[in-house]
């Protein structure tokens, strides 16, 4: 099945417009919460980080210890990409057998208002998928969701719970690179705005 990525900073609701699709029925990945599934249920992929740092990462009972893990990698790049260099291609190799399971799922509809009157495709979800250039073979098409600076701040801020200027810092370290993006939702109104705008933008991509 093709691959359509959305992504979008802090506070442009990407997730929220990826709750509209998986309700709507369409099949969501969200990296996220897969990488978060992966640390429980692959011992390699701990033995990995382990053997990359020369430390434990477990805790008593071999569950990952995020508070280490999070000591090790804080305000150092270069563990960032390490740690990265072994979460990702562990990530992507689960999207594609993900994939793989949507399709055979799949693989008896035709185009249906379902898929916005394309044949049935797949959502992966991220913040940083454009930025990685291992990913971009995966994906068919991108669409970010955007919204003001100011719309953006105030819902990071009711959602977190935290300063604008904190929200900001976390801001910098995001971009976007538009000559990746082949159609953008802006998310400025009400619900049914969004909705509406998630519709026409889904109907526009060239997915068949």
């Known amino acids: 099945m093709k691959t359509v990525a959305v992504t979008g900073g ?69 563990r960032m990409r390490t740690l990265e260099g072994i979460v990702h291609p562990a990530v992507m190799k689960d999207y594609i057998r993900w994939n ?43 669409v970010l969701v955007d919204a003001s600076l100011s719309i953006r701040l105030q819902r990071a801020c009711k959602r977190d719970g935290v300063e604008p200027e904190q929200v900001i810092k976390r801001m910098a370290t995001q971009s976007f690179d538009l000559s990746k993006v082949d159609a953008v939702i802006r998310n400025e109104g009400t619900e049914e705005d969004l909705s509406k705008e998630i519709a026409k933008v889904f109907k526009s991509l060239d997915l068949d």
């Open 10 to 78: 802090i506070g442009s609701g990407k997730s929220t417009v990826c709750s509209f699709l998986s309700a709507r029925g369409i099949p969501v990945y969200d990296t996220d919460s897969a990488a978060k599934k992966l640390y429980v249920r692959d011992d390699s992929l701990l033995d990995s980080i382990e053997e990359a740092f020369g430390c434990s990462i477990r805790l008593a009972d071999g569950s990952l210890d995020k508070v280490k893990l999070a000591s090790i990698i804080f305000d150092s790049p270069d």
């Open 100 to 142: 793989a399971m949507q399709s055979s799922r799949f693989e008896d509809e035709g185009c249906s208002e379902t898929f916005f009157g394309h044949s049935p495709f797949c959502v992966i979800e991220s913040a940083i998928i454009l930025s990685k250039p291992e990913f971009l073979p995966l994906l068919d098409k991108a």
